[in-house]
């Protein structure tokens, strides 16, 4: 980042600074925005920049990363959700998951070794006619096979 870009940086965090009350995550959430639409992502000097002008923890802003599917770091972490409830384990989720497991080489709650991807599970994502489910950040796919997640997941990675 170079000087110019840092300065235009610095001036766009001054905007969300407020010493009496302190900034709120509805705040810090459109400043990371407004930094996106800046850069193109949020890069870290960004982020180190948030952490000391506005007196947050570098938790809370990480946090409010992965909440928010749209927000990209250079560090990015795509989780995928595979749906383990009751329906989708009746059609198959629990070798599916497996074998999703085997395919990209970690386990639930692991993430891969290019640290792209966070494998997680959930009870139920509420598609259940649908089934086998998963979600890929805030994307949501239905009737899944390992031939179509791994053709998602190739996508991701080519970007």
Do not use: W
């Not at 948030?50 to 409010?64: E, F, R, Y």
């Amino acid at each position: 980042m170079n000087d110019e870009e840092k300065s235009k940086l610095s001036k766009l965090i001054t905007a969300y600074e407020d010493d009496f009350l302190g900034v709120d995550q509805t705040s810090l959430l459109a400043c990371l925005k407004d930094i996106q639409a800046m850069f193109g992502l949020i890069p870290q000097e960004a982020l180190d920049l948030m952490v000391t002008q506005l007196k947050t923890s570098p938790a809370i802003l990480k946090g409010l990363i992965l909440r928010s599917p749209s927000l990209r770091t250079e560090t990015k972490i795509h989780t995928i959700t595979l749906c383990n409830g009751e329906r989708c384990s009746n059609r198959g989720a629990e070798a599916f998951i497996r074998s999703v497991e085997k395919a990209l080489g970690t386990s639930v709650g692991s993430t891969t070794k290019d640290g792209l991807f966070e494998l997680k599970t959930q009870r139920c994502l509420h598609r259940c006619e649908f089934g086998i489910n998963l979600n890929i950040d805030a994307s949501e796919h239905t009737q899944m096979t390992l031939d179509k997640l791994l053709s998602e997941v190739d996508k991701i990675r080519k970007k």
